[in-house]
Protein backbone atom coordinates (compact mmCIF):
# COMPACT_ATOMS: atom_id res chain seq x y z
CA UNK A 1 0.00 0.00 0.00
CA UNK A 2 0.92 3.42 -0.68
CA UNK A 3 -0.24 6.70 1.05
CA UNK A 4 -0.05 10.22 -0.35
CA UNK A 5 -0.66 13.51 1.24
CA UNK A 6 -0.71 16.38 -0.86
CA UNK A 7 0.55 20.23 0.94
CA UNK A 8 0.56 23.55 -0.30
CA UNK A 9 -2.30 24.45 -2.07
CA UNK A 10 -4.00 27.59 -1.50
CA UNK A 11 -5.58 31.31 -2.80
CA UNK A 12 -3.11 33.15 -5.65
CA UNK A 13 -3.93 35.89 -7.32
CA UNK A 14 -3.76 35.46 -11.20
CA UNK A 15 -0.10 35.57 -12.04
CA UNK A 16 1.65 34.29 -9.41
CA UNK A 17 3.00 30.90 -8.30
CA UNK A 18 2.21 27.77 -5.58
CA UNK A 19 4.19 24.89 -5.08
CA UNK A 20 2.57 21.51 -4.13
CA UNK A 21 4.05 18.94 -2.32
CA UNK A 22 3.23 15.19 -2.32
CA UNK A 23 4.76 13.21 0.48
CA UNK A 24 4.80 9.10 -0.27
CA UNK A 25 4.52 6.55 2.63
CA UNK A 26 4.48 3.07 3.00
CA UNK A 27 5.52 0.75 -0.02
CA UNK A 28 7.66 3.85 -1.89
CA UNK A 29 10.02 1.44 -3.42
CA UNK A 30 6.80 -0.25 -5.38
CA UNK A 31 6.19 3.59 -7.23
CA UNK A 32 6.69 3.75 -10.70
CA UNK A 33 4.95 7.21 -12.25
CA UNK A 34 4.05 9.83 -10.74
CA UNK A 35 1.79 12.37 -11.36
CA UNK A 36 -0.56 14.97 -10.39
CA UNK A 37 -4.00 15.63 -11.69
CA UNK A 38 -6.65 18.50 -10.78
CA UNK A 39 -10.76 18.93 -11.14
CA UNK A 40 -11.81 22.30 -11.69
CA UNK A 41 -15.43 23.25 -11.04
CA UNK A 42 -17.79 21.81 -13.14
CA UNK A 43 -15.18 19.58 -15.01
CA UNK A 44 -14.35 16.03 -14.91
CA UNK A 45 -10.59 14.83 -13.80
CA UNK A 46 -7.69 15.95 -15.63
CA UNK A 47 -3.88 15.10 -15.76
CA UNK A 48 -1.63 18.04 -15.27
CA UNK A 49 2.22 16.23 -15.57
CA UNK A 50 3.34 13.06 -14.66
CA UNK A 51 6.68 11.49 -14.09
CA UNK A 52 7.96 8.27 -14.04
CA UNK A 53 11.01 6.58 -12.47
CA UNK A 54 13.75 7.59 -15.09
CA UNK A 55 12.34 10.99 -14.91
CA UNK A 56 11.06 11.50 -17.76
CA UNK A 57 7.51 14.13 -17.70
CA UNK A 58 5.25 14.51 -19.29
CA UNK A 59 2.69 17.80 -19.40
CA UNK A 60 -1.01 18.75 -20.38
CA UNK A 61 -0.93 21.47 -22.98
CA UNK A 62 -2.46 24.19 -20.88
CA UNK A 63 0.61 23.91 -18.61
CA UNK A 64 3.21 23.41 -20.64
CA UNK A 65 6.08 26.54 -19.67
CA UNK A 66 4.50 27.08 -16.58
CA UNK A 67 4.26 24.35 -14.48
CA UNK A 68 7.20 22.01 -13.67
CA UNK A 69 6.96 18.38 -11.94
CA UNK A 70 9.79 16.83 -10.28
CA UNK A 71 10.22 14.17 -7.70
CA UNK A 72 13.35 13.17 -4.95
CA UNK A 73 14.41 10.22 -3.97
CA UNK A 74 11.88 9.50 -1.15
CA UNK A 75 9.57 9.47 -3.47
CA UNK A 76 7.91 12.62 -3.19
CA UNK A 77 6.46 14.27 -5.71
CA UNK A 78 6.33 18.79 -6.38
CA UNK A 79 4.65 20.55 -9.18
CA UNK A 80 5.91 24.45 -9.41
CA UNK A 81 3.15 25.90 -10.57
CA UNK A 82 3.98 29.69 -12.16
CA UNK A 83 2.04 32.16 -14.15
CA UNK A 84 -1.37 30.91 -12.36
CA UNK A 85 -4.47 31.30 -14.48
CA UNK A 86 -7.83 31.36 -13.31
CA UNK A 87 -8.85 28.36 -15.24
CA UNK A 88 -6.15 26.56 -13.11
CA UNK A 89 -8.69 26.58 -10.05
CA UNK A 90 -9.38 23.27 -8.87
CA UNK A 91 -8.56 20.66 -6.70
CA UNK A 92 -4.88 18.89 -7.32
CA UNK A 93 -4.56 15.19 -6.95
CA UNK A 94 -1.60 13.51 -6.37
CA UNK A 95 -1.36 10.22 -7.80
CA UNK A 96 0.94 7.06 -7.68
CA UNK A 97 1.44 3.88 -10.14
CA UNK A 98 3.02 1.09 -8.80
CA UNK A 99 5.11 -1.36 -10.58
CA UNK A 100 1.85 -3.34 -10.98
CA UNK A 101 0.26 -0.13 -12.42
CA UNK A 102 -2.33 0.31 -9.69
CA UNK A 103 -3.49 3.51 -8.48
CA UNK A 104 -3.18 5.11 -5.17
CA UNK A 105 -4.70 8.69 -4.80
CA UNK A 106 -4.27 11.51 -2.24
CA UNK A 107 -7.06 13.43 -0.83
CA UNK A 108 -6.18 16.35 -2.53
CA UNK A 109 -5.52 19.97 -1.99
CA UNK A 110 -7.64 23.05 -3.11
CA UNK A 111 -5.88 25.31 -5.53
CA UNK A 112 -7.69 28.83 -6.05
CA UNK A 113 -6.75 31.37 -8.31
CA UNK A 114 -8.27 34.64 -8.28
CA UNK A 115 -8.54 37.81 -10.74
Known amino acids: QVRLVESGGGLVQAGGSLRLSCAAS????????MGWYRQGPGKERELVAR??????TNYADSVKGRFTISRDNAKNTYLQMNSLKLDDTGVYYC??????????WGQGTQVTVSS
Open 51 to 56: INSEGS
Open 95 to 104: RALDILWRPY
Open 26 to 33: GSIDSINT
